[in-house]
């Protein structure tokens, strides 16, 4: 069952106000500009941060996360091992927060039933992502192209890349060189995975896949 429709369905659920470390090249820590994040480590490994107002009186905070911690149970009981863990569940006035850690990027998209990928760029392709629509090239940060075609963007097979679904701020480990026109860069590993552009930014999976305006695509170079 995804997190978000465990805490979404009782208006609970979106990201962090949480900071994280600094990067090693003297950037200020990161603390999520928006309701959802996810930060994803070298290894892989994902955190997940979700904050939102309890504005509704018969919203029970313990009771939701008694909830989450079941689904939870259930999911690494499963697996035979600890994937999936709370690392922080709070409620301070009518604002709860929650930091969720995920082993890998295939937890995070089985415990969520969303779409992800981290990966190379090659293996991306191999599993169908053909990478249509128009990027945004970064720099430092900073956009210094607004638009170009997809093909433009496989300078360098051995990028990294991430596929997600937004609206969704992401932190990689690494400096992003390219994103999908439907995301916005923050900082230089930082991008606001907006999706929901009206153009239709990305392509689709396979043929009979309809295109989806909410899938954002980060290219990167690991530190």
């Known amino acids: 069952m995804r997190t978000e429709k465990i805490w979404k369905t ?35 490994k994902i955190t997940e941060y979700l904050s939102e107002e309890l504005n509704q009186s018969y919203y029970d905070f313990e009771e939701l996360k008694s909830m989450l911690d079941g689904e939870i149970a259930e999911y690494n009981a499963a697996r035979g091992a600890e994937r999936v863990a709370v690392t922080l569940a709070e409620q301070e006035d009518s604002r709860a927060r929650l930091v969720i850690t ?66 969704l701020e992401v932190q990689v480990p690494g400096d992003v060189c390219f994103a999908s026109s439907n995301a916005d860069v923050l900082r230089s590993d930082v991008v606001d995975a907006s999706g929901s552009e009206e153009d239709g930014t990305v392509s689709v999976l396979s043929e009979e896949d309809q295109e989806d305006p909410d899938r954002v695509y980060i290219i990167f170079k690991e530190d």
Not at 117 to 130: D, H, K, P, T, V
Not at 132 to 139: M, R
């Open 10 to 44: 009782a208006v609970l659920a979106s990201a962090a106000a949480l900071l994280t470390g600094c990067r090693m090249t003297g950037e200020e820590a990161w603390a999520p500009r928006e309701d959802a994040a996810i930060s994803i480590d070298r290894k892989g």
């Open 102 to 167: 995920y082993t890998s990027g295939e937890d995070y998209a089985s415990f969520n039933n969303v779409e992800f990928y981290y990966g190379s760029m090659i293996n991306a392709q191999l599993e169908g992502y053909l990478f249509g629509g128009t990027f945004k090239e970064i720099k430092d940060g900073v956009v210094v192209r607004e638009e170009m075609d997809g093909s433009g963007i496989f300078h360098d097979m051995s990028d990294t890349v991430v596929i997600v679904q937004g609206p």
